[in-house]
């Protein structure tokens, strides 16, 4: 039979499904209690204080965005490498993302690549956990607080990381996670924000439903319109599945990292496949595992594909976007560890719910490499 292997994938069992039941059994499709459950659980596992739930991560980046204030004229720093949302969110309110080449080794923003970006107008840095790798945040923290900006963390790929002893949720200013069904927990679309700035909780709050502000004092009917925004809310049905997902999340962390293992050890000394390395002190929930490839890259992703691997791209980089270079004037060879990186870039299967065969399937597959 043919494989079909994706790079990634949800693992819903029957006590999500029940969870979910119970909810569309209940009064409260959303706006209901399941949200402040999802938000104190997630918040609780993270060591962080205040958590906004979200329809999507992308909304919580608006979300973060939002609650630092960002506005046009102002910068954010930001790392080539991820997808698209990061930078496209902090645009939306008028800012521009300067970006800052990565580290060859780790993939991740270089610190010393922030300071040389870092200027009058940078309000915040913005970070984006690899492959759920977390960043060299001793540098970075000294960084963002020696130049007095904002650190934001999108941490789509990381949640449950670790850095130097800490959750990741409880290191930036505003850490972001998404829910989407190839990140570790899935709410189907979902996001959250973390932060234990009580300012930066309630202004998120409000934006995440049309600027809306209760005052119960004038009347129980009583809300006014404080800000102009939208509808970014996330509902009880989705919570229900996020709070179910995540008493499962150490384990689907702890399958990714063994199955992370057995590559690294299978290519281990392989001349035709780098691996990359996590930084001092992190350690990752491997959202997703990249090699690189050294030889023609196009007709190993082919093969692997003609193999059944659901292989993917991660990712290329936003200065070769259309829309970047049109309106920021960004062009190939700005940032070359990035490009570099793309250009051997392949992303092989990785998820917890995996099987032995698929492990080895995947292992044989990539050894067999011939390009
Ligand atoms: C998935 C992801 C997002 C966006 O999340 P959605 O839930 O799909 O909106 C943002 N940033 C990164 C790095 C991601 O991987």
Excluded at 293 to 305: E, I, P, S, T, Y
Excluded at 336 to 352: D, G, Q, S
């Amino acid at each position: 039979m043919k494989k079909n292997i994706p790079y990634g994938r949800q693992w819903i069992d029957e006590t999500d499904i029940r969870a979910v039941e119970k909810v569309l059994r209940s009064d409260w499709l959303t706006q209901g209690p399941k949200i402040e459950e999802f938000e104190k659980k997630v918040a609780k596992y993270c060591n962080a204080k205040y958590a906004v739930a979200f329809s999507s991560g992308t909304s919580a980046l608006l979300g973060a965005y939002y609650a630092i204030g960002l506005e046009k004229g102002d910068e954010v720093v930001t790392t080539p490498l991820t997808f698209a949302a990061t930078s496209n969110a902090a645009v939306y309110f008028g800012a521009k993302p300067v970006f800052a080449d990565i580290k060859e080794d780790t993939l991740n923003i270089d610190p010393s690549e922030i300071n040389k970006k870092i200027g009058r107008k940078t309000k915040a840095v913005v970070c984006v956990d690899f492959a759920g790798n977390p960043c060299d945040y001793e540098n970075i923290l000294k960084i963002s607080r020696k130049n007095k900006v904002y650190l934001i963390e999108d941490a789509s790929h990381a949640i449950g990381a670790e850095y130097k002893g800490k959750k990741i949720g409880s290191i930036a200013d505003i850490t972001v996670f998404s829910f989407h069904p190839v990140k570790h927990i899935t709410t189907g679309e979902g996001g959250m924000v973390l932060t234990d700035k009580r300012e930066f909780y309630e202004r998120m709050k409000m934006f995440r439903s049309h600027g809306i502000i209760k005052n119960l004092e004038k009347g129980g009917w009583y809300y006014e319109i404080k800000e102009l925004s939208f509808n970014f809310r996330i509902t009880d049905i989705q919570c229900a599945l996020g709070i179910s997902q995540l008493k499962k999340l150490d384990k689907f962390i702890e399958k990714r990292r063994k199955i992370a293992e057995k590559y690294k050890k299978a290519f281990l000394g392989s001349d035709k496949i780098i691996l990359s390395r996590q930084e001092q002190g992190a350690k990752s929930a491997f959202h997703i595992f990249p090699i690189q490839v050294l030889g023609n890259r196009r007709k190993a992703f082919d093969d692997f594909k003609k193999a059944g691997l659901g292989v993917q791209v991660h990712y290329m980089p936003l200065n070769l976007h259309p829309f970047y270079m049109k309106k920021f004037g960004y062009k190939k060879g700005d940032f070359p560890n990035a490009e570099k990186y793309y250009e051997r870039a392949i992303t092989i299967p990785l998820f917890p719910k995996m099987t032995a065969d698929e492990i080895n399937y995947v292992i044989e597959t990539v050894k067999k490499i011939n390009v």
